[in-house]
């Protein structure tokens, strides 16, 4: 049974970038898509981006500019880093998997980690 | 728009059935999945692919299409089925796209 474990700081600043990673334990990245997710009160889930094992990406539009999803298939990893974080950027982060095949599910999710932006 | 409509909550007593609907001009040419979140918890897959049941997931759960709206149904509601519902589908330039959510309330 695969699991995913988000870790990273749980406090920022405002204007900082934060970089949370996410490790894969279980199985292979490969044959996936890599997903993080956020949620926040006033947004729900809110889909940021993927990655795949060859770090092939794909980013939600309202983020792009913001993003970069990277990968480290040695250390069955993936990270995600959101610059010039906001206080709208507050929210539980989650990693999930998704089957690359057309509108597959996330099928498995990290229990998540809440990043809290401050001034 | 990409935005998946779905009521903010919906209540239901014990033993009853409970239906949550998520609405989208264009969602009958969308594959659809159905998310059971608990308080504190991450997201949990109820149904996929409309109207498919992830193995552990009770067969009081069921899942239906139609053109707009696609629709999640919980037979003989279990205190235990108390949690957000959201769904869920991928659009084609915008990637994953999640509706507003549903907190189902067993009385």
């Known amino acids: 049974q695969v699991q995913l474990q988000e870790s990273g700081p749980g406090l920022m600043k405002l204007s900082e970038t934060l970089s949370l990673t996410c490790t894969v334990s279980?199985?292979?990245?490969?044959?996936?898509?890599w997903s993080w997710i956020r949620q926040s009160p006033g947004r729900g889930l809110e889909w940021i981006g993927y990655i795949y094992s060859n770090g092939r990406t794909n980013y939600n539009p309202s983020l792009k500019s913001r993003v970069t999803i990277s990968v480290d298939t040695s250390k069955n990893q993936f990270s995600l880093k959101l610059s010039s974080v906001t206080a709208a950027d507050t929210a539980v982060y989650y990693c999930a998997r998704e089957m690359v095949a057309v509108g597959s599910p996330f099928d498995s999710w990290g229990r998540g980690i809440l990043v809290t932006v401050s001034s | 728009s990409s935005v998946l409509t779905q009521p903010p909550s919906v209540s239901v007593a014990p033993g009853k059935t409970a239906t949550i609907t998520c609405g989208r001009s264009d969602i009958g040419d969308k594959s659809v999945h159905w998310y059971q979140q608990r308080p504190g918890q991450a997201p949990v897959v109820v149904m996929y692919?409309?109207?498919d049941r992830p193995s552990g997931i009770p067969e009081r759960f069921s899942g239906s299409k139609s053109a707009n709206t696609a629709t999640l149904t919980i037979s003989r509601v279990e205190a235990g089925d108390e949690a957000d519902y959201y769904c869920?589908?991928?659009?084609?330039?915008?990637?994953?796209?999640f509706g507003g959510g549903t907190k189902l309330t067993v009385l």
């Open positions: 692919y409309d109207t």
């Open positions: 279980g199985g292979s990245l490969s044959n996936y898509h």
């Open positions: 869920q589908v991928w659009d084609s330039g915008v990637g994953g796209v």
